[in-house]
């Protein structure tokens, strides 16, 4: 049977990627930080019953090696990361300490115990900064220039997985993911915080949305679909590094439009920028080239923006719904 461990286990792409993994009929077990509020720990995975969990951390190598030991996957998931980047300039060296070191530590622990297992490592569009190449796109070959501490700890472990593949021999690959989205996703992430924020507007909850540089453009696509090109990437003969994107580009203006037209709502009259939300370095543009997983996998998302921005109104709704004391 196919066991995979899932680091990062409780946040939005690994509650996804257990429940995929699940129906697959791997046996699935991860790792989740210690936090004095259990209800913040695991409820995005409190459905799944077959999941076995452990508490560990990426700074902590002797959890990793318990982990390891314990379940001897066939398939490692990092997904662990500090994952906000805006926060990166608060908190730098924790970043650091999590997004590049974490990963050094979990190829250790890997390399060790179970050296036969597939090793997928969450890469990130964050690590091109504003490059792009001549056609408005970044790919696997654009110049990696990041202009945040959480791009520059993921180009770390970005080269550090290749640095382990070629040095070891493992089956080690990275996924170069764009902006993905879910009604999972934290809420002081723009898309659910824009939808989330919208939502009350309309039912008279609140009357302003604060954000920060509305002009900025991303490649958004769906956590749900971006899960399945992680396993993809895995069931491959040979580790590589592929990028996976909708190759389509948004402003967080228009990302805005979208939703607040979708209520019936004109965002001009709601929407203000708080100097508080800039990045002391804005990335302006990420769009990227998924062609080659497209092509050679067969990959390709099955949520358009606007069904996954209608995905995450409803459930707003929904919960606002059911919790009327908010």
């Not at 990130?124 to 520059?152: H, K, W």
């Not at 491959?236 to 592929?242: A, L, S």
């Amino acid at each position: 049977m196919n066991r995979a461990f899932i680091i990062g286990i409780a946040g939005q792409d690994g509650s996804y990627l257990a429940e995929s993994l699940l129906e697959k009929g791997y046996e699935v077990s991860g790792i989740i930080r210690r936090n004095s509020i259990v209800e913040h720990q695991r409820n995005r995975v409190s459905h799944l019953k077959d999941v076995k969990m452990e508490y560990g951390d990426l700074n902590d190598p002797s959890s990793l090696d318990r982990a390891l030991r314990l379940y001897r996957p066939t398939e490692i998931y990092n997904l662990g990361a500090q994952s906000h980047v805006r926060i990166s300039f608060d908190v730098p060296q924790f970043t650091v300490q999590v997004n590049a070191l974490g990963v050094l530590n979990i190829l250790e622990a890997y390399r060790q115990v179970v050296p036969e297992a597939r090793f997928y490592q969450a890469s990130s569009s964050e690590m091109f900064g504003n490059s792009v190449d001549d056609d408005l796109f970044q790919r696997a070959t654009t110049p990696m220039n990041p202009i945040s501490p959480y791009g520059c700890a993921k180009v770390f472990g970005y080269h550090i997985v290749k640095l382990y593949r070629s040095s070891y021999g493992l089956h080690a690959s990275n996924g170069i993911l764009f902006n993905h989205e879910s009604p999972r996703r934290g809420s002081n992430f723009v898309t659910n915080k824009v939808v989330k924020t919208a939502v009350q507007i309309k039912l008279k909850k609140t009357n302003i949305l604060e954000l920060g540089n509305l002009d900025s453009q991303r490649d958004w696509g769906h956590s749900w679909d971006y899960v399945r090109a992680m396993h993809l990437i895995l069931q491959q003969e040979k580790p590589d590094d592929w990028v996976v994107s909708t190759g389509e580009t948004r402003s967080v203006r228009q990302l805005c439009e979208y939703v607040f037209r979708r209520l019936d709502l004109n965002y001009e009259d709601y929407v203000v920028q708080n100097p508080k939300y800039l990045r002391p370095n804005e990335l302006d543009y990420l769009r990227g080239d998924s062609s080659r997983i497209r092509k050679e996998l067969g990959w390709k998302p099955k949520y358009t923006f606007e069904s996954m921005m209608d995905e995450m109104i409803e459930y707003w709704i929904t919960y606002f719904e059911n919790n009327v004391e908010e």
